[in-house]
T-cell receptor, first 116, second 115 residues
Framework: DAGVTQSPTHLIKTRGQQVTLRCSPKSGHDTVSWYQQALGQGPQFIFQYYEEEERQRGNFPDRFSGHQFPNYSSELNVNALLLGDSALYLC???????????????FGQGTRLTVV | AQKITQTQPGMFVQEKEAVTLDCTYDTSDPSYGLFWYKQPSSGEMIFLIYQGSYDQQNATEGRYSLNFQKARKSANLVISASQLGDSAMYFCAMREGNYGQNFVFGPGTRLSVLP
């Protein structure tokens, strides 16, 4: 059983460009969340997708957008890249139980984005 | 205000010894869950242990146990019999019942196990 897979693993982009990161959730999971982890910090929640809709969003600008496909896979898009967008981007999948606090999430290995 | 505080940026422990990683949290939600994740240099977050706010017993999972003190709002991770493979970043995270399924993570503690 494949866990959460993310692609690409590493990416270098120039300031001002746009980037798309991809995530395939663990089998049986229908919810995908994205996190940004700057160097030396804990992950910060970006947004969550369920049934192809954004269900929850953290404190990130509109330059960050996403999409979920019918097969539950997801994309994270970042426009007009800034140097400060350099980070590890983690995808987490889980079943959709928003009222349950004990739902475990499975994380991918992340995409390391460097903006130069 | 910080919802999750981890005051130890780095910790050292001798192989086979026990170590405690501190975590305090802040919430007004009566229903919440506390999680500990391990992040090796590969980047993947590995789930270790979970404690619910209504759980009466402290959680244990193999060599991991959680010292949950609800009144103090602390949820410290205890790793017994440390192994070299335990060297990694450790994150305390919280999920609150009124805020959906997203995690709030602390800044992490880097644990180094010495041979």
């Amino acid at each position: 059983d494949a866990g959460v897979t993310q692609s690409p693993t590493h990416l270098i982009k120039t300031r001002g460009q746009q980037v798309t990161l991809r995530c395939s959730p663990k089998s049986g999971h229908d919810t995908v969340s994205w996190y940004q982890q700057a160097l030396g910090q804990g992950p910060q929640f970006i947004f969550q997708y369920y049934e192809e809709e954004e269900r929850q969003r953290g404190n990130f600008p509109d330059r960050f957008s996403g999409h979920q496909f019918p097969n539950y896979s997801s994309e994270l898009n970042v426009n007009a890249l800034l140097l400060g967008d350099s980070a590890l981007y983690l995808c987490a999948s889980s079943p959709y139980f928003p009222e349950r606090v004990n739902t475990e999430a499975f994380f991918g290995q992340g995409t390391r984005l460097t903006v130069v | 205000a910080q919802k999750i505080t981890q005051t130890q940026p780095g910790m050292f422990v001798q192989e086979k010894e026990a170590v405690t990683l501190d975590c305090t949290y802040d919430t007004s939600d009566p229903s919440y869950g506390l999680f500990w994740y391990k992040q090796p240099s590969s980047g993947e977050m590995i789930f270790l242990i979970y404690q619910g706010s209504y759980d009466q017993q402290n959680a244990t999972e193999g060599r991991y146990s959680l010292n949950f003190q609800k009144a103090r709002k602390s949820a410290n991770l205890v790793i017994s019999a440390s192994q070299l493979g335990d060297s990694a970043m450790y994150f305390c995270a919280m999920r609150e019942g009124n805020y959906g399924q997203n995690f709030v993570f602390g800044p992490g503690t880097r644990l180094s196990v010495l041979p």
